[in-house]
């Protein structure tokens, strides 16, 4: 699939249960669908799945497609030559192209998922169906929509805004939208979402809540500079009815015990079942092959950040490891290199392609610090602002921020303290282009140097370019 209009068909995959963590097993005839509840709801778990699964049986979007532009091609992480694709190799360089397969698959599988969400809104909002339930599936179809608009406006700039599936294909020969267009979008469609429920309960855990909408509305406020909006939503997530919170173990972030728990506003589901062929987080194949000399090749891109923690700083001895306790001998065995370990399943290790740790997109660490980002940009350091990042330093066990700082230097500190919570957690890239600092930072890579201010957006795919006419390149591209 190498343009919109194959995305934009009037077919969609469906799930053949409710449970949200499960795959899509099957392709149904739009005009054989959306008859009962239950397909209206099959309908909308099918749309999550554009987040964990990959018809083609490519990288999931978030286990591990997006990786290679939000954090691959950052100063934080990289791709080393055992990643036998040199597409791969090239996001981790900042050599990529227009043609680059990577930057395709991620053009695709949002517009995939963008197409399955306008899909599922147009077809439930005319279902004879009870009020509450029908509002709720379009509410949520629209947050999964903002999520993967909010990537694409941030990731290429302007790009084609569609809102409806197409009756044909021609129909989605479509121009790049303003990106002012799109955030408009993009807050109108989260607003909406702020209506969804508090929580879910059975398998209806892990949907989108009005929590969700609300703190993806503060993260596109402080993307926009909006710092009053960010100040509010975020306020609103934290003195929320949502019990929120941090958990006192960094590590259980990222543990599947403790799955969907009080820091999780949003997270990305996976499965370490063999018998989902695609919902397992594929991250952890390549950050951890096995006990062997193998170099994997997804690595730090240097070790910089890991010799930057404090020594008391617990988040270090979870974002990487050097050496793991083998289970078939008991013995800890030492690599040869610096590990990225936020993703590598401990209970999967003779099987790492079974990783079943969930992303975490939304996370309540990330609303206190854009809070204090946001406090700090429209008022200076505040108190507010210190205590909202130094819970976050508390949790890691490290010393709070000096007092008295001037605003330049408090901003300085939340820059920092964002880079050491969320290493691999797509983050790092968008930090940086939304304050300036992409190219500076990345620069500091050695192995980095072509990095231009061009790479503030990617290249629209060359693909998509060569299949729409109206669909024009980046600048520099």
């Known amino acids: 699939m190498k343009k919109i209009g194959l995305f934009l068909l009037v077919t969609i995959a469906f799930l053949s249960c409710k449970k949200l963590n499960e795959d899509p097993k099957s392709i149904i005839v739009q005009g054989q669908f959306y008859q009962s509840e239950n397909d ?83 077809n439930i909002s005319p279902m004879q169906l009870d009020t509450t339930i029908k509002n709720r599936l379009v ?59 508090v929580s879910y309960s059975g398998n209806d855990i892990g949907r989108a809540t009005s929590g969700a909408a609300k703190t993806l509305l503060a993260k596109v406020y402080l993307t926009r500079k909006d710092w009053k909006n ?101 013995l800890s065995y030492t690599f040869k290199y610096i590990g990225l370990r936020k993703f590598v399943d401990t209970t999967q290790l003779l099987t790492p392609i079974e990783s079943g740790i969930n992303f975490p997109v939304l996370r309540y660490a990330d609303v206190l610090l854009m809070y204090a980002e946001a406090l700090n940009e429209d008022q200076g350091p505040t108190t507010a602002a210190y205590a909202a990042i130094n819970q976050v330093r508390e949790r890691a066990k490290v010393p709070d921020i000096t007092p008295g700082l001037s605003q330049s230097a408090f901003r300085d500190a939340v820059y920092q303290e964002r880079r050491f919570e969320f290493v691999q957690e797509g983050q790092r890239w968008f930090d940086l282009v939304r304050t300036g600092r992409l190219v500076t930072a990345v620069k500091t890579v050695k192995a980095k140097f072509a990095v231009s201010d061009k790479d503030n957006l990617f290249p629209i795919p060359q693909a998509e370019i060569d299949i729409n006419p109206k669909v024009t390149q980046n600048p520099g591209w």
Do not use: C
């Open 40 to 122: 209206a709801i099959s309908a909308v778990t099918s749309v999550y799945s554009s987040l964990n699964t990959d018809p083609g049986g490519d990288f999931p979007m978030y286990g591990r497609q997006l990786y290679f532009m939000a954090d691959a091609a950052t100063d934080d992480e990289t791709e080393g030559n055992a990643a036998s694709n040199a597409d791969v190799r090239a996001m981790g360089s900042i050599t990529y192209i227009a043609n680059n397969n990577r930057i395709l698959g991620n053009w695709t599988q949002h517009y995939r998922g963008i197409n399955w969400a306008n899909v599922a809104i147009d």
């Open 139 to 197: 509410r949520e179809s629209k947050f999964i929509r903002a999520l993967l608009y909010f990537n694409l406006v941030r990731l290429f700039g302007d790009v084609p805004l569609v809102l409806h599936q197409a009756a044909t294909i021609s129909q989605t020969t479509v121009e790049r939208t303003p990106a002012e267009d799109v955030y408009k979008q993009i807050i109108a469609d989260l607003t909406d979402a702020e209506n969804l429920p």
């Open 230 to 330: 960010a100040i509010a939503k975020s306020l609103e997530v934290i003195s929320g009815p949502y019990g929120y919170g941090l958990f006192n173990n960094y590590a259980d972030v990222f543990n599947k015990s403790t799955k969907n728990g009080k820091e999780h506003i949003f997270s990305v589901q996976f499965l370490s079942n063999s018998g989902a062929s695609n919902s397992r987080d594929r991250i952890m194949t390549d950050v951890f092959s096995g006990f062997s000399t193998k170099i994997p090749p997804d690595l730090p891109a240097d070790s910089n950040l890991y010799r930057s923690f404090l020594s008391t700083d617990t988040r270090k001895a979870v974002t990487y490891f050097t050496s793991l306790v083998n289970p078939t001998t008991g």
